[in-house]
């Protein structure tokens, strides 16, 4: 499979006061054509800055200390944050969590997805105008035309998430990032949402970065997962391993805490403890502390890759 977006030794720190942490460390993947990669773990592990970092849009006081970017046969590393800012309008789509940070509250929606085809795809304001309608229609929104003329107050959280998904692929992107872009969402609009981007992912042959803190997202749409804790990878795969074999306490302590009835993993419940802080001093397992397998080597020494049948896996016990 060719590989659209290749992701190596990313490394993004963060200047405080006093202090320069590491938000993300050593983060690979690499996603094929029409695959779908998931990161999954808790709040706080670093999956929006792993995202913000790729598109270039990290803020003044973070940046990429080491590693490459690599997205078809452009090496975002060796681009300027605002180079990398174009192509992300036209060639990578990107969803965020909350619509109405994305979608500005004072022109109407038409108007907002015409804006990048006139300015990427270098339409006319007319083309652009029917277009947008299309793209409207082709996202599921029955009275495209009348919502074209709305404001985003006058729309509902899942049909704003429709309007940001109509912008993502108005370009027709070959990568789609989307990041929680159904956490806002009640259970019934979230399937919807999610069945959407599938069937366009499927139909358009693009690729997919998904991230999201539930498992139950993740088991519907991925091929690969990739899970993260404090800012690392601690276990990639695909879906069927991580699901049916994960071998790292903290993956498998995530699909737990999913499979309680009417949980999500945004807090793990089950396991004591809390995501170390970026800069907290730690000299083994990032996870030890909150491990039930935890040996003393564990506590003193950072464990290497492990792999086994199809996983990679960072812990000593896998
Ligand atoms: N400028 C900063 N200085 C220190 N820590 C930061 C800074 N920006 C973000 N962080 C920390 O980076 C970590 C990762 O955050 P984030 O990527 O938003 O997590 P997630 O999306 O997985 O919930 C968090 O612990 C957050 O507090
Ligand atoms: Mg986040």
Known sequence: MKEVLIVEKLHIMARD????????????FSIGEKEILSIVGESGCGKSMTALGLIGLLKKNQYISEGAILFKDKNFTDMT???????CGKDIGIIFQEPMM????????????????VQHLKMSKKEAR?????????????????????????LSGGMKQRVLIAIAISCNPSLIIADEPTTALDVIIQA?????????????????????????????????????????I???????????????????????????????????????????????????????????????????????WYYHDGLKTKCWYA
């Open 192 to 232: 919807q949402i999610l069945d959407l981007l599938k069937k366009l992912i499927f139909e358009r042959e693009m690729s997919l970065l998904l991230i999201s803190h539930d498992f139950g997202v993740i088991s519907q749409m991925a091929d690969k997962v990739a899970v993260m804790y404090a800012g690392e």
């Open 234 to 304: 601690i276990e990639i795969g695909t879906i069927d391993k991580i699901m049916s074999y994960p071998k790292h306490p903290y993956t498998k302590a995530l699909l737990q805490a999913a499979n309680e009835i009417n949980t999500n993993c945004s807090r793990l419940s089950i396991i004591e403890g809390n995501v170390p802080r970026p800069g907290d001093l730690i000299n083994g397992c990032k996870f030890a502390n909150r491990c039930y397998k935890k040996e003393n080597k564990c506590m003193k020494e950072k464990p290497h």
């Open 81 to 87: 944050a605002s180079d990398i800012r174009k192509i």
């Open 130 to 154: 029917k277009r947008s309608v299309e793209l409207l229609e082709e996202v599921g929104i029955h009275d495209a035309s009348k919502v074209a003329k709305s404001y985003s107050h006058e």
């Open 17 to 28: 006061k006093n202090e320069t942490v590491t938000i993300v460390e050593d983060v690979s």
């Open 102 to 117: 994305s979608l500005n509250p004072f022109f109407k929606i038409g108007k907002q997805i015409e804006e990048p085809l």
